[in-house]
């Protein structure tokens, strides 16, 4: 009777704590479209952009799949930059950018949803890293050198406002 108690209790103990603990560790991030790449064809990229180091330890995990013209830009000083796959549900393309330029692209990478898990980037530095759909690189054309000048939008300028005690005047 003792056993089948202490069973009960630990049984409801775990499930008392598992919604909270799954809603905090499951949820995927999505961040604010903050950037874009807008490439020769015309056709813009827009970008989530995680900035912050908690945002970049997280990525695109457990993510559905990314739109078309939809990517996660990580923005780095130089650095050696290597990625996995931990925990993302779908395959992606890495491009990987140094100085405004496509350095490397790993096509098609390969979700990983075990440690351990294979890295991804080149063997020179770089200064960011753009995810996209798997297959969306080569689909909009983007190729080793190609110019990557990724710019964050600016606030937009808002006429300034009229007073209102101010008639306005023509």
Not at 35 to 63: F, T
Not at 87 to 100: A, C, G, Q
């Amino acid at each position: 009777m003792q056993i089948r108690t202490l069973r009960h209790c630990l049984l409801f103990l775990v499930f008392l704590a598992a919604p909270a603990a799954l809603q905090a560790k499951e949820a995927p991030q999505v961040l604010p479209i903050e950037a874009e790449w807008c490439l020769p064809s015309g056709d813009c990229i827009q970008l989530e952009v995680a900035d912050e180091q908690h945002e970049q330890a997280i990525g695109l995990q457990l993510r559905g799949p990314l739109s078309p013209l939809r990517g996660m830009w990580f923005p780095f000083d130089d650095a050696l930059l290597r990625f996995w796959m931990h925990r993302t549900p779908e395959p992606l393309d890495m491009v990987f950018i140094n100085d405004n330029r496509v350095i490397a692209i790993e096509a098609n990478t390969t979700p990983c949803p075990r440690l351990p898990c294979r890295s991804y980037g080149p063997d020179q530095p770089g200064d960011g890293v753009v995810e996209l759909a798997a297959g969306e690189a080569s689909r909009l054309g983007i190729k080793l050198g190609s110019a990557a000048v990724i710019r964050p939008f600016q606030p937009s300028q808002a006429a300034p406002a009229t007073h209102p005690a101010t008639p306005a005047r023509d």
